[in-house]
């Protein structure tokens, strides 16, 4: 294993201030990786949140935030617990019921990484990370992709239930959410080479463990981390560092991953990825 090359991002927004607040009180914690950006807003009720985006982006709604999404002439609402991937350009969304709402975007979107709280983390432009190539264009065209998570159940006949969407430049895994504590005998520490992840806290709290490979050089060495989280909250997991989470105390817990771009060796699994019929895989896979 190579050594890791930037340390991990612990944003824990119930404890921080955020980066921007809006002249109406809506508040933005902003959180990039190398090749993607999250927001997560809280936002009183009337609040609109518009864009003019150069490429697709993500919307994750909490089952309490109620929205309408808008973008190309379409609108969905939503009364949460929903996904809803939006087309480049124009969008807005108009809060229904106050609540948080969480965005992912890509790298493109360049002022919102410019003012993420760990944007001199990736000053160098994070080398060891293979960039964003788009994925082909999905199924009739660029346009509002909604999904009622409410209906969706995972296909992932292990515990962790993970409820895996793509679109042309990001991946998502909305993991069901958990009743029971995951079993500390099976964890499941791995690293991935050349991508990095970025897990989401929703709801409940959790110990993230992570432990930064040796390389020759003992005075660049890292401790591990054992880092207690609640939400919400956003922990950034450089390439090369091993790491697996456990949710903590009681009640339940929910979790979500994302990653840029999509995976191939999730979108290689039949069946795993839920809107794969929507999005194509690039040539030659």
Do not use: C
Request: cysteine-free.
């Amino acid at each position: 294993m190579s050594e890791a090359l930037r340390p991990a991002t612990h944003a824990r927004h119930y404890a921080e201030p955020p980066q921007k607040t809006e002249a109406d009180g809506t508040r933005h914690w902003i959180t990039r990786a190398a090749n993607f950006v999250t927001v997560v807003s809280q936002a009183p009720e009337g609040a609109v949140l518009e864009r003019d985006n150069p490429d697709e982006y993500m919307v994750l709604l909490p089952p309490e935030t109620h929205a309408a999404i808008e973008a190309d002439g379409q609108q969905v609402e939503s009364t949460g617990n929903s996904l809803t991937i939006v087309p480049p350009g124009e969008s807005r969304i108009r809060v229904r019921m106050a609540g948080n709402i969480v965005r992912v975007f890509s790298n493109e979107a360049s002022d919102l990484a410019a003012g993420a709280k760990n944007a001199a983390v990736y000053a160098d432009g994070a080398p060891e990370v293979t960039p964003i190539t788009p994925w082909p264009d999905p199924v009739g065209g660029f346009r509002l992709r909604h999904y009622d998570l409410s209906r969706i159940l995972s296909p992932d006949p292990s515990p962790l239930k993970m409820r895996v969407f793509r679109s042309t430049n990001l991946m998502i895994n909305i993991f069901m959410p958990w009743n029971t504590r995951r079993d500390e005998h099976k964890l499941s520490p791995h690293s991935h080479e050349n991508f990095e992840q970025m897990s989401l806290g929703l709801k409940g709290s959790f110990v993230h463990h992570l432990r930064y490979p040796w390389a020759p050089d003992k005075t660049r060495w890292r401790e591990d981390e054992h880092e207690r989280y609640d939400s919400p909250s956003v922990l950034v997991i450089p390439a090369r560092v091993i790491h697996t989470t456990q949710d903590v105390g009681e009640g339940s817990t929910w979790l979500v991953d994302i990653f840029a771009p999509p995976r191939m060796d999730f979108s290689s699994k039949q069946g795993f990825v839920l809107n794969a019929a929507e999005y194509p895989l690039p040539a030659g896979h």
